[in-house]
């Protein structure tokens, strides 16, 4: 069982805190209807998880992360959002 004083150091509120990132931004990749919202929250999402591996000294896999998911595949939805938008101003007659 962890002890008090381990669960208040600086690493564990760090954890508690990115934790509470990634969840949350998640959660909002799903409930939000704005799609370019939710592909912004996917990469707040994608950037903490980096951070739980470099927390977790993995420094590797967590470049890999940036470069594969947040600088790769959220900059392919990014321009297929931009693309795929529609404009919803409709010019009165």
Known sequence: MASIGALFSLEGIAFALFAMVTVGSSVGVVLVRDIWHS?????????????????????????MQILVYVGGVLILITFAVMLTREDTEEVAA
């Open 39 to 63: 592909a912004l929250l996917l990469g707040v999402a994608l950037l903490s998880v980096a951070v739980h591996y470099v927390m977790l000294q993995a420094e590797f896999i967590a470049a």
